[in-house]
């Protein structure tokens, strides 16, 4: 697979550390592996718009998933102590996600035991932007992914696999062509993470959301932990409920419960019809990110109301710099399952 189209996942969970001691680790890390710096927590504008181009294995998993083999995911200090600010949940409730939380508990659960691990399959489209001899490029990759990740422990202890699809033009930009480097090669498996620092309240591994509330106003303050009042903190909070969704399985109590705490983020709205990554039609909840010019579609089963996948869609030219109503970014939650052992990885 070409190492130009190589991505760095969990775009949604990233926040930035206030406390210079940690900015100025983030800097040097930065600096060392080349990188854009991630969506920022509490009152920093969200910066990010393509996909950071490291030496690292396919983008495996969801939003906010998972890293592949060689990559590195720098979040905040799991030393960092969140500020104490009380968040108290609005009463408004967007009707997609509380029909979603109404039928939480119609679906098989999945009972995840210590040692065995679950398993999410998925389809990707992501913006990338790169530069070579003939000069600047913008498009879109996709590929198609497989994440075990474990009953309990950070993506250090999880594995992926993957393959590259044919990439898709970004508007208004032709598919160079080095985009078409590695389409069809499969990579993995391959060890997820080479470390992980996520404050312990950002975890996704089944022995932790398991045991995160199940009253939607305790959810709704557990969604804005460490955060300050304000737009950007609602920003972040709906981007969490993303890397719930897409990166984690949660019991149905807990899951009906991030429905409820996440239709009453402010701001949310429904969307009649969205597409996800894999072509499925649903509905969604949504979002829109007032400094991307983007919005952030939950997708739904308009019948089951079962969780599809998420995609970007452009609200804002200017600030999106592509046409109003392109999707730039898509993914799909193609399957979730459960397994006793991890796959064998090449080499060991």
Known sequence: MSEMIRLERFREEVPRPDSDALRGQEERLLS????????????????????????????????????????????????????????????????????????????????????????????????????????HHRYLVRGRSKVWMPFEGDSTHGFSEGVTLKPRPYPGW????????????????????????????????????????????????????????????????????????????????????????????PGVVGVGKAVDAAGRTGIAA???DPWLGVREEYIFDSKTYGFLGNRRTVVDARLAEAPVGSVLTSNALVKVSLVDRAPVVKGD
């Open 174 to 265: 032709p598919i160079p062509p080095g985009a078409w480097e590695g389409v069809g090669v499969r990579t993995g498996p391959e060890k997820a993470a080479d470390f992980d620092q996520r404050a312990e309240y950002l975890r996704t591994d089944y022995a932790y959301v398991s045991r995160l509330p199940t009253d939607p106003a305790k959810m709704y303050q557990h969604l804005y932990t460490g955060l300050k009042p304000g737009p950007e903190a609602d920003l972040e909070a709906w981007n969490r409920v993303g890397g719930l969704l897409a990166g984690a399985y949660l019991p149905a109590a807990q899951r009906a419960a991030l429905f409820r705490a996440a239709a009453a983020i």
């Open 286 to 288: 949504a979002r829109v």
């Open 32 to 135: 060392a592996i080349a990188a854009e710096a991630p969506l920022p927590e509490g009152n920093g504008r969200p910066r990010r718009r393509f996909a950071v181009h490291l030496r690292v294995g396919l983008a495996a998993g969801l939003a906010a998933a998972a890293l592949t083999a060689g990559g590195v995911v720098f979040l905040l200090d799991a030393e960092q102590k969140p500020a104490a600010v009380i968040h108290t949940m609005p009463m408004n409730a967007e009707k997609t996600l509380t029909r979603a939380a109404e039928k939480a508990d119609e679906f098989p659960e999945l009972r995840p035991r210590p040692g065995q691990y679950l398993v999410f399959e998925s389809q990707t489209m992501e913006p990338v932007e790169a530069n070579d001899a003939d000069g």
